[in-house]
């Protein structure tokens, strides 16, 4: 009960908020968005770079495999 009392009030003071102060909240969207687009594109681009890596290594990985080789484990893993 007191979760849905709170989340009452928490809506209304936010549309308050936003009636009062929205030029203000503007300035923070066209501040805030940007920023956000530039991390998120840094995320995609590691992301990206990775799963280059990854396939590259899985073709390695089978074209030994092709050649009669046992694949080497991985850095880290157990032999």
Same mark, same amino acid.
């Given at each position: 009960m007191g979760a849905l009392i =709170? %989340? !009452?009030?928490?809506v209304v003071l936010g549309i308050w908020g936003l009636a009062v102060w929205f030029p203000l909240f503007v300035k923070g969207l066209q501040a805030a968005v940007p920023f956000f +687009? +530039? +991390? =998120? %594109? !840094? !995320?995609?681009i590691a992301? =990206? !770079?990775?799963?280059i890596k990854d396939? +590259? #290594?899985e073709q390695r990985e &089978? #074209? &030994?495999e092709k050649q009669g080789e046992a694949p080497q484990p991985a850095e =880290? #893993? &157990?032999k």
């Open positions: =709170g %989340g !009452i009030v928490a +687009l +530039l +991390l =998120g %594109g !840094i !995320i995609a992301a =990206g !770079i990775s799963d396939r +590259l #290594e &089978k #074209e &030994k =880290g #893993e &157990k």
